[in-house]
Nanobody, 125 residues
Framework: QVQLVESGGGLVQPGGSLRLSCATS????????MGWYRQAPGKERELVAA??????????NYADSVKGRFTISRDNAKNTVDLQMNSLKPEDTAVYYC????????????????WGQGTQVTVSS
């Protein structure tokens, strides 16, 4: 059973920063593209950022709304995929989900087959 475990959510003021982390097993980490999605109340789930495996160059993809503010990265020592979120805005408020899958196109667009339980990010003063 594939497990993706998110951590790092919370409440932050506008302009602040948070770092999300998604931990999984080494085999899943090495062989799957991984990403972060989010879903705000009343809205559809959307891609935030995704990254290919190291074998495929660690290429990244970002939603236009987060480009220049968010950075996705892999920590090979910890088998985690991290999302550094800077200059947070109230519209970034959502439940953030870790995602993984062997099909890069799916992870980069609509999501692969593996999902975490989600972590709440709230940006508010």
């Amino acid at each position: 059973q594939v497990q993706l475990v998110e951590s790092g959510g919370g409440l932050v003021q506008p302009g602040g920063s948070l770092r999300l982390s998604c931990a999984t097993s080494g085999s899943i980490f090495r062989s799957n593209a991984m990403g972060w999605y989010r879903q705000a109340p009343g809205k559809e789930r959307e891609l935030v950022a995704a990254i290919t495996t190291i074998t495929h160059g660690g290429r990244t993809n970002y939603a236009d709304s987060v480009k220049g503010r968010f950075t996705i990265s892999r920590d090979n020592a910890k088998n985690t995929v991290d999302l550094q979120m800077n200059s947070l805005k109230p519209e970034d408020t959502a439940v953030y989900y870790c995602n993984a899958g062997p099909n890069v196109i799916m992870v980069f667009t609509t999501g692969g087959p593996y999902w975490g339980q989600g972590t709440q990010v709230t940006v508010s003063s």
